[in-house]
């Protein structure tokens, strides 16, 4: 390569690496405890373990009658029987009706919050610290709080916080100190999730989309300087910090690029990411047609179908579904999915897998190549990918989690092999912070002999 070029790559590198060798620091020490301890929230999982056993012997209304008490036009999206406030009732998107009276519950005050945060944790509701929230907080930063707002916060002296909504009288955040905690060491840094950036959803996706596109740039020129400069002559040709990060770059900067780059797509900067979102709702609304579904039905992965659903469950049932939602394409392929593979398994770190299995797979013939993963207990589609979506699944997922099956199957070898990269990304961006102390110091005490001379 002509020298000028080069010197221009190094240089390019060098002020690069000066620039973004924090963020880099922060992202891969973040990164360390982000792969154990996610961001707080509520799950489906976490709402089934809350809820309170249904009592089916009181209820008096059919799905229909209940719904008929709201005087609202067309069917709704989606009907769920719970128990609320300790009598059965109907969730007919974010509207509530009691299925033992019809009446409908429009107003969630104060008192009734309480009772639905202290029963969540099982905690004397009167211990509890009351603050609306109706401006985002760091805990409720995210646009999907926006139309619950306002929140009633309920804090506990042992530092256990419940976010119940005033529309819904859903909770719908949970913070404990260790989880705070952990955000803050991991989650927060590692996306820049600070309240006052993350408000503002188009600036925050941008600075993250640029800031992990020109850190895959400058991770990717320190690899080609390293390749250049070490393999002629088989040796790393310098000493000290700078020997140290050399090495640790010919070794651990391709992930560094790969990590990089993988986290900008994690904001889906492209079209292709999205995946078939439109022909998955229809299938979904066409597989439960006007059934309703108990809380357990909604939430729990293997769970039984009741009465009220035509499809209960039967594979033929849910097949016929999908094809009279996807015509004119038709059906290429199905099978039964009982353990993990390529396209399905399970990204949760801590053992507790979230995807249920069996699953029913159906792969279509569609211009799109669309496929499907069902779960026939609840005839809920679990994940859902094209052509194009295929391709982030491993551009994202494969490279940004390392979720390959043969890998991600295998615990600990998943752990091991992660926190060597990790450790070894962290240690690259430590000799990355002295080499650019010293250029920024060499670069400020020229400047300042200039000015004195």
């Given at each position: 390569m002509p020298g000028r070029l080069r010197r221009l790559v190094i240089a390019t590198h060098r002020w690069l690496g000066t620039f973004f060798c924090v963020l880099f620091a922060i992202w891969f020490f973040s990164g360390t405890v982000l792969a154990y301890w996610d961001y707080p929230g509520v799950s489906d999982r976490d709402r089934l373990e809350h809820a309170e056993a249904i009592d089916i012997s009181r209820v008096r209304l059919t799905p229909r009658q209940a719904y008929s008490k709201l005087q609202l036009d067309g069917e709704p999206a989606s009907e769920i029987l719970l128990m609320f406030d300790g009598r059965p009732a109907y969730r007919f998107d974010g509207a509530l009706v009691y299925a033992d009276t019809g009446e409908p519950q429009t107003d969630f005050p104060p008192e009734l919050t309480r009772r639905i945060a202290g029963n969540w944790i099982s905690r004397p509701a009167g211990a509890a610290s009351l603050g609306v929230v109706d401006q985002p907080d760091q805990w409720t930063v995210s646009g999907e709080f926006g139309p619950l707002r306002p929140l009633d916060k309920y804090s506990w002296p042992d530092g256990a916080q419940i976010y119940v909504s005033e529309v819904t009288g859903e909770v719908?955040?949970?913070?404990?100190?260790?989880?705070?905690?952990?955000?803050?060491?991991?989650?927060?840094?590692?996306?820049?999730?600070?309240?006052?950036?993350?408000?503002?959803?188009?600036?925050?996706?941008?600075?993250?989309?640029?800031?992990?596109?020109?850190?895959?740039?400058?991770?990717?020129?320190?690899?080609?300087?390293?390749?250049?400069?070490?393999?002629?002559?088989?040796?790393?040709?310098?000493?000290?910090?700078?020997?140290?990060?050399?090495?640790?770059?010919?070794?651990?900067?391709?992930?560094?690029?790969?990590?990089?780059?993988?986290?900008?797509?994690?904001?889906?900067?492209?079209?292709?990411?999205?995946?078939?979102?439109?022909?998955?709702?229809?299938?979904?609304?066409?597989?439960?047609?006007?059934?309703?579904?108990?809380?357990?039905?909604?939430?729990?992965?293997?769970?039984?179908?009741?009465?009220?659903?035509?499809?209960?469950?039967?594979?033929?049932?849910?097949?016929?579904?999908?094809?009279?939602?996807?015509?004119?394409?038709?059906?290429?392929?199905?099978?039964?999915?009982?353990?993990?593979?390529?396209?399905?398994?399970?990204?949760?770190?801590?053992?507790?897998?979230?995807?249920?299995?069996?699953?029913?797979?159906?792969?279509?013939?569609?211009?799109?190549?669309?496929?499907?993963?069902?779960?026939?207990?609840?005839?809920?589609?679990?994940?859902?990918?094209?052509?194009?979506?295929?391709?982030?699944?491993?551009?994202?997922?494969?490279?940004?989690?390392?979720?390959?099956?043969?890998?991600?199957?295998?615990?600990?070898?998943?752990?091991?092999?992660?926190?060597?990269?990790?450790?070894?990304?962290?240690?690259?961006?430590?000799?990355?912070l002295v080499l650019a102390w010293r250029v920024l110091g060499r670069t400020l005490a020229l400047k300042w002999r200039r000015a004195q001379s």
């Amino acid at each position: 390569m002509p020298g000028r070029l080069r010197r221009l790559v190094i240089a390019t590198h060098r002020w690069l690496g000066t620039f973004f060798c924090v963020l880099f620091a922060i992202w891969f020490f973040s990164g360390t405890v982000l792969a154990y301890w996610d961001y707080p929230g509520v799950s489906d999982r976490d709402r089934l373990e809350h809820a309170e056993a249904i009592d089916i012997s009181r209820v008096r209304l059919t799905p229909r009658q209940a719904y008929s008490k709201l005087q609202l036009d067309g069917e709704p999206a989606s009907e769920i029987l719970l128990m609320f406030d300790g009598r059965p009732a109907y969730r007919f998107d974010g509207a509530l009706v009691y299925a033992d009276t019809g009446e409908p519950q429009t107003d969630f005050p104060p008192e009734l919050t309480r009772r639905i945060a202290g029963n969540w944790i099982s905690r004397p509701a009167g211990a509890a610290s009351l603050g609306v929230v109706d401006q985002p907080d760091q805990w409720t930063v995210s646009g999907e709080f926006g139309p619950l707002r306002p929140l009633d916060k309920y804090s506990w002296p042992d530092g256990a916080q419940i976010y119940v909504s005033e529309v819904t009288g859903e909770v719908v955040q949970a913070t404990t100190r260790a989880s705070r905690l952990g955000a803050w060491l991991g989650a927060i840094p590692h996306w820049l999730y600070f309240t006052p950036l993350r408000e503002n959803g188009r600036l925050w996706s941008r600075i993250v989309i640029w800031a992990a596109g020109i850190g895959a740039f400058a991770a990717a020129l320190g690899l080609i300087v390293g390749i250049w400069i070490a393999l002629p002559a088989r040796r790393v040709p310098y000493a000290g910090q700078k020997r140290w990060h050399a090495m640790l770059g010919l070794i651990f900067g391709l992930f560094a690029c790969t990590w990089a780059f993988s986290g900008m797509l994690s904001m889906e900067p492209f079209a292709f990411s999205a995946g078939p979102e439109r022909l998955a709702a229809q299938i979904e609304l066409t597989l439960h047609g006007n059934g309703f579904k108990t809380l357990e039905q909604a939430y729990k992965p293997g769970a039984k179908l009741v009465d009220f659903n035509a499809l209960d469950g039967e594979p033929e049932g849910i097949l016929a579904a999908v094809r009279e939602a996807v015509a004119p394409a038709s059906i290429n392929e199905t099978r039964l999915v009982t353990k993990y593979e390529a396209y399905y398994l399970d990204r949760h770190t801590s053992g507790q897998n979230q995807h249920p299995l069996p699953v029913l797979f159906v792969h279509l013939n569609d211009p799109r190549d669309s496929m499907f993963y069902i779960d026939p207990a609840t005839a809920h589609i679990i994940e859902a990918y094209d052509s194009a979506s295929r391709w982030n699944r491993w551009l994202y997922h494969g490279l940004h989690s390392l979720d390959f099956p043969w890998l991600y199957a295998h615990r600990p070898a998943w752990d091991i092999v992660i926190l060597v990269l990790l450790g070894g990304g962290a240690a690259l961006s430590i000799t990355s912070l002295v080499l650019a102390w010293r250029v920024l110091g060499r670069t400020l005490a020229l400047k300042w002999r200039r000015a004195q001379s």
